[in-house]
């Protein structure tokens, strides 16, 4: 099949494919929120049941087979012992989760609102 149904389906950006399980259901990769993995994986399989009974038999086998890995990536993510396992493979693949420390402190800058002149610029972490 030359057409990539996870993009048109799914609307998951060209890659990797079968994708790892946080960018089949659309969430951040190393997500630790469960109702959030739960909520995208009903949405996923939502999107993807309007194709159950596609015409094409090869798109009717396809959507079966992404409904089984979202079933699959969804039982991973909210399962405490196989999370950790699947994020720290996945970690040495794309690299650690990032964290605050990692991001670059940056000037923000505010205004007195009764002169609307500039204030000093403050540093902090976003």
């Known amino acids: 099949m030359s057409r990539d149904l996870y ?13 790892n399980h946080y960018d089949l259901l659309g969430v951040m990769a190393f997500c630790n929120d469960i109702p959030t993995i739960e909520k995208a994986a009903r ?3 939502d ?3 309007k194709f159950v009974l596609h015409p094409d038999r090869r798109k009717r086998d396809m959507v079966q ?4 890995e979202v079933a699959r990536a ?3 993510l909210v399962n405490a012992e196989q999370k950790r396992a699947y994020d720290e493979a996945l970690s040495k693949k794309i690299g650690p989760p990032l964290t ?4 670059p402190e940056v000037e923000i800058l505010t205004f007195d609102r009764d002169r609307d002149k500039p204030q000093r610029p403050k540093k902090r972490l976003l």
């Open 74 to 76: 969804r039982v991973c």
């Open 7 to 19: 993009t048109e389906w799914l609307g998951i950006p060209p890659g990797e494919r079968p994708p």
């Open 43 to 45: 949405e996923r399989m």
């Open 47 to 49: 999107r993807l049941d």
């Open 65 to 68: 087979q992404m409904m089984n």
């Open 100 to 103: 605050l420390r990692d991001l």
